[in-house]
């Protein structure tokens, strides 16, 4: 049974940093074909995917935000990490990661529970 | 980037109904669409993958169709717990997009 849960602050200033990691169970990073996505979803708004990182080390970015985001990954602690920098209050969302299998199309099998980030000063 | 519309926005149905969704690609996606359900406070939940998959697990009341730009979700008898927002979501390209949703609501 894969299981996920993101971790971090959920209050930053604006022009800060944030770090958000996914804690997930159930798969590891190091195994062929898996990946971890990032989405987010402001309040009351639709979702919009940010980030994918691959167990092989692959990258992809949403590219209205590439400039801002990291997505790394510690494969021998089961986490992924998502790094945002220069925030703003229209980042305020609930962030989410969610696994994926590479060569199945992408599509997110399984989520967290999601971390509401809240940006203000 | 390839633009998802989702129609309606919100629909109201009465338990025991057949409910149906659409979802339109502003170019065409072959049948690289998923749905997802999400309930009020709760993360997604994937419903339908490759257009017409059902998700293990899934209730077979939930159906979907479609390929190139327009693709359906079809709820055969809608039941209480369905009620939810619903999202499309492309994977032909990146990047990945979303429609913007339809809310159900039991009438």
């Known amino acids: 049974q894969i299981t996920l849960k993101e971790s971090g602050p959920t209050l930053v200033k604006p022009t800060q940093t944030l770090t958000l990691t996914c804690t997930f169970s159930?798969?590891?990073?190091?195994?062929?074909?898996?990946?971890v996505g990032w989405i987010r979803q402001p309040p009351g708004k639709a979702l919009e995917w940010l980030a994918l990182i691959y167990w092989d080390d692959d990258k992809r970015y949403s590219r209205s935000l590439k400039s801002r985001l990291t997505v790394t990954k510690e494969s021998s602690k089961n986490q992924a990490v998502l790094i945002m920098n220069n925030m703003d209050p229209v980042d305020t969302a609930t962030y989410y990661c969610?696994?994926?299998?590479?060569?199945?199309?992408?599509?997110?099998?399984?989520w967290g529970q999601g971390i509401l980030v809240t940006v203000s000063s | 980037d390839i633009q998802m519309t989702q129609s309606p926005s919100s629909l109201s149905a009465s338990v025991g109904d057949r409910v149906t969704i659409t979802c339109q690609a502003s170019?065409?996606?072959?049948?690289?669409l998923n749905w997802y359900q999400q309930k009020p406070g709760k993360a997604p939940k994937l419903l339908i993958y490759a257009a017409s998959n059902l998700e293990t697990g899934v209730p077979s009341r939930f159906s979907g169709s479609g390929s190139g730009t327009y693709f359906t979700l079809i709820i055969s008898s809608l039941q209480p717990e369905d009620i939810a927002t619903y999202y499309c979501?492309?994977?032909?390209?990146?990047?990945?997009?979303f429609g913007q949703g339809t809310r159900l609501e039991i009438k």
């Open positions: 979501q492309h994977y032909e390209s990146l990047p990945i997009t």
């Open positions: 969610a696994h994926t299998l590479d060569g199945s199309g992408i599509r997110f099998d399984c």
């Open positions: 159930g798969f590891s990073l190091s195994t062929n074909g898996m990946g």
């Open positions: 170019q065409g996606i072959d049948n690289y």
